[in-house]
């Protein structure tokens, strides 16, 4: 085996192991974020838990347009297209 042979199958050696170091690294750091949302959530749960029950938020509605008289206002119509395109041909505009 030569010397560069021996260098190369070092360097193989030392990037298996820093790959096995770093695969642990992760492995730690990905437990360690689920065990902090694990104990998050079971604070959050308590927290829940110890406070009243409330009434679920009602959903806004749109409020019917009416008259002064409080009867809902007929929907306008609107123009026909073809009424539409005479006025703004006389109203000055190029179609």
């Known amino acids: 085996m030569t010397n560069d042979d021996q260098d190369r ?6 990037a298996a192991e ?3 170091s770093a695969m642990a690294e992760r492995e730690a750091a ?3 974020t689920l065990d902090n949302m694990a104990r998050l959530r ?5 927290r829940e838990a110890a406070e009243p029950q409330r009434a679920p938020a009602a959903r806004k509605t749109r ?3 009416t008259t002064s008289k ?3 206002k007929p929907a306008e119509k609107t123009p026909a ?3 539409w395109l005479a006025s703004q041909q006389s109203g000055g505009r190029r179609i």
């Open 70 to 72: 409080g009867t809902r």
């Open 42 to 46: 079971a604070l959050r749960l308590a």
């Open 30 to 32: 990905a437990k360690a």
């Open 18 to 20: 820093d790959a096995k």
């Open 9 to 14: 199958t070092d360097r193989a050696a030392r």
């Open 81 to 83: 297209l073809s009424d």
């Open 63 to 65: 409020a019917a347009k």
